[in-house]
DNA sequence: ATGTCCATGTAATCCGTTACATGATTAT
DNA sequence: ATAATCATGTAACGGATTACATGGACAT
């Protein structure tokens, strides 16, 4: 499990409270990792329970009170001390390749529709991710911590290509596939 | 949740026991969903009262029996059905990839062993990816099935690519840093 | 002797998702 | 008016992982 280290190393770069930590995990972070406010609201208790994190309360005017959080020393060795283990292989879990093995099965046309939606999805994360590339790595000399997460934005621009790429080839195979289907009905 | 699925694609191709089943999701399915042997045996009770899927005991000698599953007719609506529905986005989940945002942080020496050994993992697959194309999809005309299966191994073949490249790219920024974090210690 | 393969399962725990709950502010 | 954003949580449930358990066959 690394939900906790997923969130330490976000207050690692800053202090952030649980909603700020949620945004995270719709972007940054979360091209790795996904975790839902609730899970990230019970994991920082954890953490804190733990004494690897701090919370102090901000009042805010006009808006609900935040609970800020903060990267303590412990928490800063526990992610050194994380680090040198080795990692779990990653977990891919996707429905829609599933259905690619059950082809002969399948209605192909509302199969096409999905991998057109998805084709659109894997375009737009590609431009954002070229956005980011430009707006925020363009400087010559790069920080430790930049270097870092400009190899992880490297894998995500080429993770996007990839599937962009496969999206398009694969199109033109299930189109062939419908006209093959159903021949000369028009 | 999809386990219920990727065991009925499984079965939708031939009769298999548990056991088998969970060797399935170590290779072919398993490049898109993981199980371990514990989920499948009690999914599959799950199928069978539901009636997707029927068991018959086979006995063997010198191995202890088996329990083949097979597909049922209800099974293979419920996959139909299942395909028509818009699939949840994927999940990853990579706590290697995870270390990249702590980069300032963690073992940079670890780091890249541990880059190392993900590169030859990336071009194991690469290579069993690219032996089951040839050996299994060679043929000028393929079934509707094969179709569907080829275009999964495809998107395996061009994922494995790209995170090979990127493992050779970053092992080299990686070396970098290590080498301008110590210059001239020798 | 030691380990791996075949083959199946139970039990406990942990993680993740869904649903519920509140309430003010700001934008359309 | 309606919806979205900010901000926090609880409760129930369901899915996934880890540990435990068994036992013969076969290879090194």
């Not at 979360?30 to 994190?53: P, T």
Request: net charge positive.
């Amino acid at each position: 499990m690394a939900l906790a280290e997923a969130i330490l190393v976000c207050l690692n770069e800053e202090d952030l409270s649980g909603y700020e930590l949620a945004k995270r995990f719709d972007t940054s972070v979360g091209f790795f990792w996904k975790a839902s406010h609730q899970q990230i609201y019970r994991e920082l208790a954890v953490l804190k329970d733990k004494g690897w994190v701090a919370a102090t309360t901000v009042e805010q005017e006009g808006k609900p009170n935040k609970h800020l959080f903060s990267i303590k020393r412990e928490g800063r060795q526990h992610l050194k001390a994380w680090a040198i283990e080795r990692s779990a292989p990653a977990t891919h879990k996707d429905d829609f390749l599933l259905k690619l093995y059950a082809f002969d099965v399948i209605d192909l046309q509302a199969f096409a529709q999905e991998l057109a939606d998805r084709r659109l999805a894997h375009q737009a994360r590609l431009a954002l991710y070229e956005k980011i590339l430009s707006k925020r790595y363009a400087a010559p000399k790069l920080t430790k911590a930049q270097t870092g997460r400009l190899l992880a934005l490297r894998g995500g621009l080429s993770y996007e290509r990839h599937w962009l790429a496969w999206c398009n080839e694969s199109l033109s195979v299930v189109h062939e596939q419908l006209l093959a289907q159903r021949p000369a009905k028009a």
